[in-house]
């Protein structure tokens, strides 16, 4: 199968092509590298430089496409906040502008990097596929209209998607890891600390709702989701649509994350306490039971070995890049 993956030059985007190529597909990247990295584009896909928005590159890449995995899109909940119309445009608008293209070309295949972001602060944990959608800052809502508008483009011109609600990924391959800029993800936050690169990790609220005041989230490892990913493209040769939570099932508040980067580094983490940021949920832990049942995902990472994962392909990179 030849797939286009979009904003496969970034973080999971990467991972997944990687993966895809291993599988025996072929790949074509297609990513304006605003955000993503060259060097993380696999060796054996093809790379396209170019926008979301650029019809008629993005016309000419899905004139010979069997499907489309969707990755491109700015994932900052808090930049969301401060500058909402950028996420409105990169993520909706672009999204459709991709829709609108795979139309036209006939591609009928999509797998969309969705968002746990959409439940805003659910009434109960872990949290099903069925549980209301309510976002409580842009970037869950530019990815909730996206899914709206795959509901249609399924009932009206018999688009096949799946749509992936990513918990929060983490960790890293052998070959790809985490590496934004600015960098706002906590693991790799932390793991800066841990190596000399910034001198203190700074919590974001003290006074949620959860056993230690912070906040609480459900870590799942990048090649986990990967795994998912393949699952899912391969299911829609017989599903119309999909749609799955991605995360392990367990919830880890800030301070017990920090606690595990000390005991896989050894090294101590100074921490300061900021007030809340906007838009930040209390609790987001996820139900997996819907694709274990359906497609026999489970992840397989533990929390220490996510960390594990990251800490050895940042201290790699560093020593790649002379520091």
Sequence with gaps: MRVLVTGGAGYIGSVVSQRLLEAGHRVVVYDNLSRGHREAVPSDAELVVADLGNRDALSLCLSDVDAVLH?????????????????????????????????????????????????????????????????????????????????????????????????????????????????????PLVLQVAAGQRSSISIFGTDYPTPDGTCVRDYVHVSDLATAHLLALDALAEHEQLIYNLGSGEGLSVRQVIDMVRYVTGVEIPTVEAPRRPGDPAVLVASFDKI?????????????????SAWRWHRGRARVNGR
Excluded at 129 to 146: C, D
Excluded at 148 to 158: D, I
């Design 71 to 187: 990755f491109a899109s700015w994932i900052e909940a808090s930049e969301s906040m401060r500058v909402p119309e950028i996420y409105f445009r990169n993520n909706t608008a672009n999204t459709l502008t991709l829709l609108e293209c795979m139309h036209a070309a006939g591609v009928r295949k999509l797998v969309f990097s969705s968002t746990a972001a959409l439940y805003g602060n659910p009434d109960t944990t872990p949290i099903t596929e069925l549980a209301p959608l309510e976002p409580v800052n842009a970037y869950g809502e530019s990815k909730l209209l996206v899914e709206r508008m795959l509901a249609w483009f399924q009932r009206v011109h018999g688009l096949r998607y799946a749509s992936l609600r990513y918990f929060n990924a983490a960790g890293a391959t052998n070959d790809h890891g985490e590496a934004h800029d600015p960098e706002t993800h906590l693991i």
């Design 292 to 308: 274990r049942r359906d497609l026999g995902w489970t992840p397989q990472h533990s929390l220490g070995q996510i960390i594990e």
